[in-house]
């Protein structure tokens, strides 16, 4: 098993202590659009993990300025989440079985932390949603985490997945905004 390097592209609005450095996230986020550090520490009372790269690009779409977004490199692993402190911290991922168990990995490390559903989550599902197999035909599994969650955001989701067979990719909250 390979050690995680503990990278992450971060972007925000805020200030931030990123190993024991007071960083400007806003000034990079502008001029560069993301911030890119091996962390051994990050403290910011707002963060928001985010999945897809894309997404991560514009999370402050969806979310509102007031959250430092993370993107791992690499996928998210406890050794990554262990460097951050937050008061509050939501997951913003893809709506699917990966989603829901990457959400669970983070709520144990952090119990308190958040699955980011938006309101018009239904109305998206319904609308965007797609299905749930792989290109190579097969469906996507749940973990047993998943499958034994009582959390509401992941039974409600994963009755979604099991009842339809597809899913929400996170992108589809992006598909009515207007541009800045």
């Not at 009372?45 to 897809?52: G, Q, S, T, W, Y």
């Not at 262990?82 to 709520?107: C, W």
């Not at 144990?108 to 035909?137: C, H, N, W």
Request: hydrophobic share 35%; charged share 30%; aromatic share 12%.
């Amino acid at each position: 098993k390979r050690e995680s390097q503990n990278v992450v592209l971060i972007r925000g609005f805020e200030k931030v202590k990123l190993n024991s450095e007071s960083i400007d996230l806003e000034k990079y986020t502008k001029l560069f659009g993301t911030f890119s550090a091996q962390v051994q520490e990050l403290v910011s009372p707002k963060i928001c993990i985010v999945e897809n790269l894309d997404s991560f690009l514009m999370a402050e779409k969806v979310m509102g300025k007031s959250f430092v977004f993370i993107h791992t490199y690499g996928g998210l692993g406890k050794s990554t989440l262990r460097k951050f402190q937050a008061s509050e911290i939501y997951i913003f991922p893809d709506y699917d079985f990966t989603g829901l168990h990457n959400y669970l990995m983070v709520k144990k490390v952090f119990p308190d932390a958040k699955l980011f559903v938006p309101e018009d989550y239904e109305m998206l599902f319904k609308t965007y949603s797609r299905t749930i197999k792989t290109k190579q035909g097969r469906e996507q599994n749940p973990s047993k985490e998943v499958k034994k969650s009582t959390d509401v955001n992941v039974v409600k989701i994963r009755s979604d997945i099991y009842n339809s067979k597809h899913f929400l990719e996170q992108q589809a909250l992006f598909i009515n905004l207007k541009d800045d």
